[in-house]
T-cell receptor
Framework: DAGVTQSPTHLIKTRGQQVTLRCSPK?????VSWYQQALGQGPQFIFQ???????QRGNFPDRFSGHQFPNYSSELNVNALLLGDSALYLC??????????????FGNGTRLTVT | AQKVTQAQTEISVVEKEDVTLDCVYE???????LFWYKQPPSGELVFLIR??????QNEISGRYSWNFQKSTSSFNFTITASQVVDSAVYFC??????????????FGIGTKLQVIP
């Protein structure tokens, strides 16, 4: 039973560049959420996708966008990278029908460094 | 707005000592869920326990136990006879129902636990 997989594991980008991170949810899950975890901080909610649409969004600028594909996998795109975007980006999957009582299943994350 | 406070940023204990990690939350909802997750150095958050707002029964799972007190909005986590493998960052999290039934989880800042052999 495959868990949540994310790629790449590490990424180094320059300010102003654009980046795409990828996530495959746990088998059987239909909902993907993205979180940003800065060093020494807790994960911060970016957005959540279900049925290929963004359903909820946290306090992140429009430079952060996403997509969900018919196979439930998802991408996170960040444009015009800033130094402050350096963080661990975590993908989490769940089942929408379990609603808000469902534990999130996380991937190992993508460590993004912006120089 | 929902908020989770973990006042202890770092704790060090000697192996076999007991340790309690504190969590205080704020919410306007009467129905919500609380979670604890463990984050080892590998980065993946691992789910430990879930508790709903109507169930104040304490829970024990092996060396782990959880104390939920709605009156003080606290959901504390105790590790008995700590082991080196318990060294990790532990996050408390709060989930409230959102419009449409979707999930939005708020995490605390985390408590880094170091168990010294």
């Amino acid at each position: 039973d495959a868990g949540v997989t994310q790629s790449p594991t590490h990424l180094i980008k320059t300010r102003g560049q654009q980046v795409t991170l990828r996530c495959s949810p746990k088998s059987g899950h239909d909902t993907v959420s993205w979180y940003q975890q800065a060093l020494g901080q807790g994960p911060q909610f970016i957005f959540q996708y279900y049925e290929e649409e963004e359903r909820q969004r946290g306090n992140f600028p429009d430079r952060f966008s996403g997509h969900q594909f018919p196979n439930y996998s998802s991408e996170l795109n960040v444009n015009a990278l800033l130094l402050g975007d350096s963080a661990l980006y975590l993908c989490a999957s769940s089942l929408v029908r379990s609603s808000y009582n469902s534990p999130l299943h996380f991937g190992n994350g993508t460590r993004l460094t912006v120089t | 707005a929902q908020k989770v406070t973990q006042a202890q940023t770092e704790i060090s204990v000697v192996e076999k000592e007991d340790v309690t990690l504190d969590c205080v939350y704020e919410t306007r909802d009467t129905t919500y869920y609380l979670f604890w997750y463990k984050q080892p150095p590998s980065g993946e958050l691992v789910f430990l326990i879930r508790r709903n707002s109507f169930d104040e029964q304490n829970e024990i799972s092996g060396r782990y136990s959880w104390n939920f007190q709605k009156s003080t909005s606290s959901f504390n986590f105790t590790i008995t006879a700590s082991q080196v493998v318990d060294s990790a960052v532990y996050f408390c999290a709060l989930s409230e129902a959102q419009p449409g039934g979707y999930q939005k989880v708020t995490f605390g800042i985390g408590t880094k636990l170091q168990v010294i052999p």
